[in-house]
């Protein structure tokens, strides 16, 4: 099998089992607790919180611990949202991932937020135009992804941030797909917020952070016994997040390295599919997408009936967000983009990991390109 779906998740490391194992056995206790096995446990848990602050160059008390990129969409922004008195008007994108779109939609139908979706191009890269004209004196927050999930396209975050700081107002980016891949220094970004999930960077699933920039006021989403300084109540997960810590390390460390073999792989698939599979689109932009990202359109086809035959041909991959996995609407990330309905229907999302080599890449675009001639093949034989 050759697994080719590493933005829906990635294999927990060896070595964050590891890290991971004493504080889900003999140093067990509760951070809280005031004796010897909760002092471990919380010595552990303050570790952990500065290992992620190395790699983000911020603040140790900058960081919070939540179950994992989805809560720390939501913490960001329908915290910044309930505590900021600017106004109750929020700018973001029709690409970002549900948990951004869901949140601000409840902001909408239960606070009464307005909501501008900034428009994007065929590339899926946001109308800088529009985008400074969105911004307006009740303007609450500004939330762009730095890296789409689905089509892999970068967005300029940094100047997005630098933008929306000149009209006062706070930025947060779901950098979920980012990590190990891009730089997640949040002070060369310039965002006030960043979202991260730890199995999207060889950690469990169930575990995450936000990034919360010093002195932003938050609403917390949870109530309780005021862990996380007062905003994420309830009993850490010290064994996620120590290992959360570990693969962000791993991953950071691991990226000057990977990133130049993963753009080799990927732009090697990119042209085998293209050239192998008659009428394939890319979708996403050419240059400016993450170092593992190859997303096509194979018009004329069904992106599921391709899925079936890649995974019979021992090619695991995907049609898009796993979140979205089993319904029938197409992306919207592509419908965003102006890609006809059934067009997007017919998506296919590779996803590579820096484990993958030339000889899988050749056996993936023979895959792609027999997966295709037996769907079309299938197309005239079953009226």
Known sequence: MIYLDNAATTPVRREVLEAMWPYLTQDFGNASSHHSVGDRARLALKDARERVAAVLRCKTGEVIFTSGGTEADNLALKGIALANPRGRHIVTTPIEHEAVLAACDYLQRHHGFEITHVPVDAYGSIRMEAYAAALRADTTVCTVMLANNEVGTVQPVAELAK??????????????????????????????????????????????MLFLKSRVPIEPLLHGGGQERGRRSGTENVAGAVGFARALELAEAERAAAVPHLMAMRDELIRGVLAEVPGAILSGHPKERLPGNASFCFPGTSGESILLQLEERGIVCSSGSACAAGSDEPSHVLVAMGVPPEVAQTAVRFTLNSSITAEQVAETVRAVRDAARAVVSLRFVIP
């Open 163 to 208: 933008l929306a700081h000149g009209r006062g107002i706070p930025f947060h980016t779901d950098a979920v797909q980012a990590g190990g891949a891009l730089s997640l220094e949040a002070t060369a970004l310039g965002v006030d917020a960043l979202s991260l999930s730890g199995h999207k960077l060889g950690a469990p699933k169930g575990v995450g």
